[in-house]
């Protein structure tokens, strides 16, 4: 009677694990957005040098930046994302207004977020580097595709 309940159980315990019980490293996660920088005289897409920039109300910080495209994550309990970036020794404000849209995964992979960048993104400064912004590509499905420009 013993052997037969252990089997039963083995066997009960074999049929109970489903496929979404393993979250496989690579899959589908939040992304985050990407942001180019483009020179204001020459309009064109350039290498800059950033000397800090600090999420407001989050934990990101980064020491120093060079490159063409930024990569930062946005906060998925609010609508919008603060970020200070310095450049020689000026900074300034950039407030992302979003949309958050959660997608449910499976149980071992939980929830990721897509987001939706509103038109009233914006800068605030006094007498900052940023000249301007523009949103190219509102929806954030895809880290490798610019979202916004920052022009300098």
Wanted: include cysteine; charge should be negative; aromatic fraction near 12%.
């Amino acid at each position: 009677m013993f052997k037969h309940l252990h089997f039963l159980f083995l066997i009960l315990f074999f049929f109970s694990c489903e496929k979404d019980d393993i979250c496989i490293e690579g899959s589908e996660n939040t992304k985050r957005i990407t942001i180019g920088f483009i020179d204001n005289e020459s309009k064109n897409p350039t290498v800059i040098n950033l000397s800090f920039i600090k999420g407001i109300n989050n934990d990101s910080i980064i020491e120093s930046f060079t490159g063409d495209k930024l990569k930062l994550p946005l906060m998925v309990n609010s609508n919008e994302t603060k970020y200070v970036l310095e450049q020689n020794e000026i900074r300034d404000t950039l407030i992302i207004f979003h949309q958050t849209n959660h997608l449910y995964l499976n149980r071992s992979c939980g929830f990721k977020s897509n987001f939706l960048i509103k038109s009233d993104t914006e800068i605030l400064k006094k007498t900052g580097w940023i000249r301007e912004i523009s949103i190219v590509k509102d929806s954030i499905f895809n880290e490798e595709k610019t979202n916004i420009f920052i022009h300098f």
